[in-house]
């Protein structure tokens, strides 16, 4: 109890040394957090701007055998069914997500109004690998792709081929082959063609067409990093394939398997070096944060040697002076630290809603939102406060150590 | 009380310089002491090691019947602390603490509770005059205020020793005569002193006056202060 009144007048009428250690010491934490967060920011509007290409996506369609094979002539069709699915999502550790394609074509109708369409039942994850940009309401949801719903994601052309300028399509039904068909979403069109698109869930337009056998099959990957490893990939699918279809594992024509894997490992090239560049620039800032918070605790205990040679000259002991200024370090680091940390994530938070507002709807080649991992910001400033404390122990030790008269007479 | 025998000390600079070179002395119980010499002469040098504040290299130091060689730290705080009272040429109060946090402040180290500790101080205080400021800061004091306060420190845990350097070194003669009148009350009361001193005027205050001259005892003058008239400026 008399420690913590000894501690506590020491740091409250020295006002103006514990408000400057403390000062460093949220300002060191303060700038470092701000720095790390518009780092993320850059890193994030990167990421953004990639976002077609930060995945490493294959797709695979049946051709047809160019060479004969275990007693099976040339020129037979290869189809894919739900067991190349299920030893895709089962055997191949590589793959994460499959989306099987199933497709059907034919007319599209609301109220008075018809368009062709290409309807392709799809699971959620192929709006990530198509790369289909929503211009209202959502795609296929995990939810939809279980239940079977019958809603429809349609592209612009269809909708202005059915609605109305005045109309909104969400929430509409529309008729395809005789099905009535909920519209939940309005995709950008594809390509240059003025045909209608139409996006389903998978397991809905399986039960309607009754087909089992699809053409393509599209799946992402993970873990694949170089061009040798996706070719050692390529090459294993072949033949896993070939293998369950019984075709000549030389033989190239009978699938063709296809990939996104340039443009991904240029993007994750891309992507690792800024990550390099923020991380080095963090670290210099965390050093040299912890270079000034240790400067400005070493200053301190040296101003209290003179202290330290009185206090021990009247019969303090080392241990109890030494324990005093660890602590009354201790506290300053750890209620300053905290302080500059939560102002950084403040400032990081502001400056983000700021930046966010200024972007919005503006064509911007970059968009920068800084954000910030707390873990990352709770493991800098616990090791500031680790540093500090450490910088302020040991000179106390050597002030504590030398001999009283010295510390006394100290300049 | 004190006893030194052949005690040598060196100071190892750039260059070894032996500032004490055999001391012989004895301090009896309730004696009061000074120490004169020039500058250099190794005075300072002498009363840190009489209170243990600076280490010695050969010889004997005993104090209080005890051998004071290689004590541990906290050996060496407790006897500084319980023992001895020091009273500086600069006072060496702590800054940020009030005139009553001063003086309590080796009682903490005793761990004395906080109330017993203000009130002994207190106490202490009002015996120097000081009971008005006993809530101000030493910067608020005057150098007479303040070396009261510092006396009043050294002597709250009753100590056996008072060590002085120079404690009129920073003090006007009227302040100085009142601190030596302050000093032979206490005096009066039995404590051992030892008072390193310039002036003669002070020296001639004490009961024997050592002449150091070249690290070596070269002489002891014995007084007869009791002929002296107190109430007399020294200078
Ligand atoms: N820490 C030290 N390191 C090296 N030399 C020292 C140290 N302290 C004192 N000295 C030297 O030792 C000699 C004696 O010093 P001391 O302080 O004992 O003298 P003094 O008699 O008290 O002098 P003064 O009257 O000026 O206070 C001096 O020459 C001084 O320069
Ligand atoms: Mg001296």
Same mark, same amino acid.
């Given at each position: 109890m008399d420690f913590w009144r000894e501690?506590?007048?020491?740091?409250?009428?020295?006002?103006?040394?514990?408000?400057?250690?403390?000062?460093?010491?949220?300002?060191?934490i303060f700038i470092l957090i701000v720095l790390l967060a518009a780092g993320n920011g850059i890193m994030n509007g990167i990421g953004e701007e990639f976002s077609d290409q930060s995945k490493n996506t294959y797709m695979i369609y049946g051709g047809e055998t160019s060479k004969p094979y275990k007693g099976h002539g040339t020129n037979r069709s290869i189809w894919f069914n739900d067991k190349d699915i299920r030893f895709l999502e089962t055997e191949v550790k590589e793959?994460?997500?499959?989306?099987?394609?199933?497709?059907?074509?034919?007319?599209?109708?609301?109220?008075?109004?018809?368009?062709?369409i290409f309807v392709q039942g799809v699971r959620p994850v192929f709006k990530d690998i198509n790369n289909t940009k929503m211009l209202e309401g959502r795609f296929i949801s995990e939810l939809d792709e279980k239940s079977s719903e019958k809603f429809i994601v349609i592209d612009d052309?269809?909708?202005?081929?059915l609605f109305d300028d005045e109309v909104s399509p969400l929430g509409q039904f529309v008729i395809v082959s005789g099905i009535a068909y909920k519209v939940i979403g309005i995709c950008e069109s594809e390509g240059r063609s003025d045909g209608g698109n139409g996006y389903v869930p998978f397991s809905t337009l399986k039960k309607i067409t009754r087909k089992n056998w699809y053409w393509m099959l599209h799946f992402t990957v993970k873990g694949l990093e170089t061009k040798e490893e996706n070719e050692a990939f390529t090459e294993y699918l072949r033949t896993q394939l070939a293998h369950l279809h019984e075709f000549d594992p030389d033989d190239t024509s009978a699938v063709y398997i296809g990939s996104r894997q340039e443009g991904y490992l240029q993007t994750m090239k891309i992507f690792r070096t800024f990550e390099l560049f923020i991380w080095i620039i963090g670290f210099a800032m965390l050093i040299s944060g912890i270079v000034g918070v240790s400067n400005i605790m070493r200053i301190t205990v040296k101003e209290r040697t003179n202290e330290i040679g009185i206090r021990k000259a009247l019969g303090a002991k080392s241990r109890s002076i030494l324990a005093s200024i660890v602590t009354e370090s201790l506290i300053i680091t750890t209620i300053f630290g905290y302080i500059g940390m939560w102002l950084g994530m403040v400032a990081a938070e502001v400056g983000g809603n700021v930046l966010s507002k200024v972007q919005e709807g503006k064509e911007i080649s970059l968009n920068i939102v800084p954000s910030i991992d707390i873990r990352i910001v709770l493991m800098a400033t616990a090791l500031l406060i680790v540093c500090g404390v450490l910088a302020g122990f040991f000179p106390a030790r050597n002030a504590v150590k030398i001999k009283p008269i010295e510390a006394m007479n100290y300049r | 009380m004190i006893r030194l025998e052949k005690i040598n000390k060196t100071y190892f600079g750039a260059q070894p310089l032996h500032v004490l070179k055999g001391i012989d002395l004895q301090v009896n119980e309730g004696e009061m002491v000074s120490i004169m010499g020039?500058?250099?002469?190794? @005075?300072?040098? #002498?009363? *840190?090691?009489?209170?243990? +504040?600076?280490?010695?290299?050969?010889?004997?130091?005993?104090? %209080?019947?005890?051998?004071?060689?290689?004590?541990?730290?906290?050996?060496?705080?407790?006897?500084?602390?319980?023992?001895i009272g020091f009273i500086f040429?600069?006072?060496?109060?702590?800054?940020? @603490?009030?005139? #009553?946090? *001063?003086?309590?402040?080796? +009682?903490?180290?005793?761990?004395?509770?906080?109330?017993?500790? %203000?009130?002994?101080?207190?106490?202490?205080?009002?015996?120097f005059g000081l009971k008005e400021w006993a809530d101000h800061y030493p910067n608020e004091l005057s150098g007479g205020q303040k070396q009261r306060v510092s006396m009043a420190r050294a002597l709250v845990t009753q100590p056996k020793v008072i060590l002085a350097d120079e404690p009129t070194g920073a003090l006007d003669s009227k302040t100085s005569a009142e601190v030596m009148q302050i000093l032979r009350e206490v005096h009066e009361t039995g404590i051992t002193m030892v008072i390193v001193t310039h002036e003669r005027g002070i020296a001639l205050r004490t009961d024997k006056i050592i002449h150091l001259k070249d690290g070596i005892i070269e002489n002891i003058e014995i007084n007869n202060p009791d002929s002296i008239d107190f109430s007399k400026e020294i200078k």
């Open positions: 501690i506590f007048m020491a740091l409250s009428r020295n006002k103006l040394r514990t408000f400057l250690t403390g000062f460093a010491i949220s300002w060191g793959v994460d997500q499959v989306s099987p394609c199933i497709y059907q074509s034919g007319f599209a109708n609301f109220g008075d109004k018809s368009g062709s052309n269809l909708r202005k081929k | 020039a500058s250099g002469s190794g @005075k300072s040098t #002498m009363l *840190n090691i009489l209170g243990i +504040l600076d280490n010695y290299d050969s010889g004997n130091y005993y104090l %209080n019947g005890k051998l004071v060689k290689d004590l541990s730290e906290n050996e060496a705080a407790d006897v500084r602390n319980r023992t040429q600069s006072f060496n109060l702590i800054p940020f @603490k009030t005139a #009553m946090e *001063n003086v309590a402040l080796p +009682l903490y180290y005793q761990n004395v509770n906080r109330k017993k500790r %203000n009130q002994i101080a207190m106490e202490y205080l009002e015996r």
